[in-house]
């Protein structure tokens, strides 16, 4: 762990474009991201011109939101016709997990605790006689053997996310790749809690689906994402949720006649959240610009300064910190003999937004926080200076 964090003037121009830093020292990009300035005007520019000018702005936004197909490609390393614009993570695994052609007996091999967004999907194949197989993980650090040993000749997927929720273990998807197709399954991602700030590329990596809501470490409004759907697997999904915008003849409301797009865009259906694709296209345009392996970077000195800070005061870290290359942006510690919600509920009085999960309090810094955001953490938990803020 460094002392200190390097002076970048990246850093500081991306901080200047966050708005939250005036009141908060703002450490939970694991659940919902504060607005960076360009998304916030995007979304206000947007209101004023629907106000004004209605179905006549349709074709501008229409070519923003196809931008932001090509940017998301850029993002995962896949194609823009890879990709599917989708309101959640949770959207995005459903239309793989009901569109797959299961047959009773086939099974899905996951992590005993995936958020639920990637667990209840695949569960609730049940009903076609599709077995969910949770594999028990060391506070989120997975044994690759159990993985490997979970899976058998009727496993048609395996699923992970990237980064846990709760413990910031980041896995090592190469090699989960490898288990999978070694029993000729498929491989799905769910790439929230990572997606935007470490690098990924689907092909290099051996990832067959990904999906990722933008409301996290992607700096976007809610109700807009992506999945990525692998061009040769298209055809192996149904679409389930269709609409006249699965249509190569999208626009021709005349011609009634099923004959789907050949992208991923087949699974948009009809009307999208049309605004927060916007404000999501000009955050991960931001994003792209800083690049993911630097933020990654960045990020990963913060929490680990985070980790010596709050040790030295007494904190106990709960993530497994041990090798760098399955840390992330998220880290659990504990305050042994206080109350969690109550310190959480105390620091957001006085400025500082963290969460409680996993039965520890959770910090998810981006790359904008910098070493005086920390130095307040410690402080407002040492209880040291309350009052001076208000």
Same mark, same amino acid.
């Given at each position: 762990?460094?002392?200190?964090?390097?002076? +970048?003037?990246?850093?500081?121009?991306?901080?200047?474009?966050?708005?939250?830093?005036?009141?908060?020292?703002?450490? +939970?990009?694991? #659940?919902?991201?504060?607005?960076?300035? %360009? /998304? &916030?005007?995007?979304? @206000? $520019?947007?209101?004023?011109?629907?106000?004004?000018?209605?179905?006549?702005?349709?074709?501008? !936004?229409? $070519?923003?939101?196809?931008?932001?197909?090509?940017?998301?490609?850029? =993002?995962?390393?896949?194609?823009?016709?890879?990709?599917?614009?989708?309101?959640?993570?949770?959207?995005?695994?459903?239309?793989?997990?009901?569109?797959?052609?299961?047959?009773?007996?086939?099974?899905?091999?996951?992590?005993?605790?995936?958020?639920?967004?990637?667990?209840?999907?695949?569960?609730?194949?049940?009903?076609?006689?599709?077995?969910?197989?949770?594999?028990?993980?060391?506070?989120?650090?997975?044994?690759?053997?159990?993985?490997? +040993?979970?899976?058998?000749?009727?496993?048609?997927?395996?699923?992970?996310?990237?980064?846990?929720? #709760?413990?910031?273990?980041?896995?090592?998807?190469?090699?989960?790749?490898?288990?999978?197709?070694?029993?000729?399954?498929?491989?799905?991602?769910?790439?929230?809690?990572?997606?935007?700030?470490?690098?990924?590329?689907?092909?290099?990596?051996?990832?067959?689906?990904?999906?990722?809501?933008?409301?996290?470490?992607?700096?976007?409004?809610? &109700?807009?994402?992506?999945?990525?759907?692998?061009?040769?697997? =298209?055809?192996?999904?149904?679409?389930?949720?269709?609409?006249?915008?699965?249509?190569?003849?999208?626009?021709?409301?005349?011609?009634?006649?099923?004959?789907?797009?050949? /992208? &991923? #865009?087949?699974?948009?259906? $009809? *009307? &999208?959240?049309?605004?927060?694709?916007?404000?999501?296209?000009?955050?991960?345009?931001?994003?792209?610009?800083?690049?993911?392996?630097?933020?990654?970077?960045?990020?990963?000195?913060?929490?680990?300064? *985070?980790?010596?800070? =709050?040790?030295?005061?007494? $904190? @106990?870290?709960?993530?497994?910190?041990?090798?760098?290359?399955?840390?992330?942006?998220?880290?659990?510690?504990?305050?042994?003999?206080?109350?969690?919600?109550?310190?959480?509920?105390?620091?957001?009085?006085?400025?500082?937004?963290?969460?409680?999960?996993?039965?520890?309090?959770?910090?998810? %810094?981006?790359?904008? !926080?910098?070493? #005086?955001?920390?130095?307040?953490?410690?402080?407002?938990?040492?209880?040291?200076?309350?009052?001076?803020?208000?």
């Amino acid at each position: 762990m460094t002392g200190k964090l390097t002076e +970048d003037p990246r850093w500081e121009r991306f901080r200047s474009q966050m708005s939250v830093v005036r009141r908060w020292a703002y450490f +939970d990009h694991a #659940a919902v991201s504060p607005l960076p300035i %360009p /998304t &916030a005007d995007t979304v @206000v $520019a947007w209101a004023r011109d629907q106000s004004e000018n209605g179905v006549a702005s349709w074709l501008k !936004c229409k $070519a923003r939101y196809e931008s932001l197909r090509s940017m998301a490609a850029e =993002l995962v390393g896949g194609t823009p016709e890879e990709i599917a614009l989708v309101r959640s993570t949770t959207e995005g695994i459903n239309i793989v997990a009901e569109g797959f052609s299961w047959q009773p007996g086939d099974n899905v091999v996951t992590l005993a605790d995936e958020f639920p967004a990637n667990l209840y999907p695949w569960m609730n194949q049940a009903y076609r006689g599709v077995e969910t197989r949770r594999v028990p993980t060391d506070d989120g650090r997975v044994d690759l053997n159990w993985l490997a +040993d979970a899976c058998d000749e009727r496993t048609r997927i395996v699923t992970v996310s990237w980064v846990g929720y #709760a413990s910031g273990w980041r896995n090592d998807l190469p090699a989960i790749a490898e288990i999978a197709h070694r029993r000729g399954a498929l491989f799905f991602v769910d790439a929230i809690q990572a997606l935007g700030t470490f690098p990924v590329d689907v092909r290099a990596m051996g990832i067959d689906f990904l999906a990722a809501g933008g409301q996290k470490w992607m700096l976007g409004p809610e &109700a807009a994402g992506l999945l990525y759907i692998g061009r040769e697997h =298209l055809d192996r999904l149904r679409v389930c949720c269709i609409g006249h915008g699965s249509m190569v003849h999208a626009s021709d409301y005349t011609r009634i006649e099923i004959h789907l797009k050949d /992208t &991923a #865009a087949r699974f948009e259906g $009809a *009307a &999208a959240n049309m605004v927060g694709f916007l404000g999501l296209a000009a955050s991960v345009e931001l994003l792209l610009e800083l690049g993911a392996e630097a933020i990654g970077e960045r990020i990963l000195a913060v929490t680990d300064l *985070a980790c010596r800070r =709050l040790t030295e005061i007494g $904190a @106990v870290v709960a993530s497994h910190r041990d090798n760098p290359r399955h840390n992330s942006g998220i880290m659990r510690f504990d305050l042994p003999g206080r109350d969690l919600q109550q310190v959480r509920r105390q620091l957001l009085e006085r400025g500082v937004v963290l969460s409680v999960r996993g039965g520890g309090l959770r910090i998810s %810094p981006h790359a904008y !926080c910098n070493e #005086a955001d920390i130095e307040r953490l410690v402080e407002e938990i040492r209880g040291e200076g309350r009052g001076a803020r208000g």
